[in-house]
């Protein structure tokens, strides 16, 4: 950036009449040193851009991790209300039959204690 501002600084005493040589290098120095910091906020916003963006994938990631683990939690439990929804059954199954054979032995009962 020396280079710049001494190009600058020839440059403005050429097209000016220059009346203060300390004034124009002032003037040149504040310049070229407001066009480093540009040059370096702009570096730091690019930086910190791609440290969102990376934050931003990082965390879209973890997302996606948690909504499988609920997607594989939901599995979990439609399998458990399947198991549970088979063993109501075979328990409705068995209080049928039991009911049945109670209801054939109470009858078979009767009867004998009628013809006895």
């Avoid at 910091?37 to 990631?61: A, H, M, Y």
Wanted: glycine share 2%.
């Amino acid at each position: 950036m020396k280079n710049l501002a001494e190009l600058l600084e020839s440059e403005l005493e050429n097209a000016f009449e220059v009346k203060n040589k300390k004034s124009l290098h002032n003037y040149v120095s504040i310049l070229v040193n407001s066009i480093l910091e540009r040059e370096e906020i702009n570096k730091r916003f690019l930086q910190i851009s791609n440290e969102i963006k990376l934050l931003s994938e990082t965390v879209k990631l973890g997302f996606e991790n948690v909504n499988r683990r609920f997607e594989d939690m939901n599995k979990r439990f439609e399998d458990m209300n399947k198991r549970f929804d088979d063993t109501n059954k075979k328990i409705n199954i068995l209080i049928w039959v039991f009911t049945i054979w109670m209801t054939l032995f109470s009858g078979l009962s009767v009867f004998l204690k009628l013809y006895q």
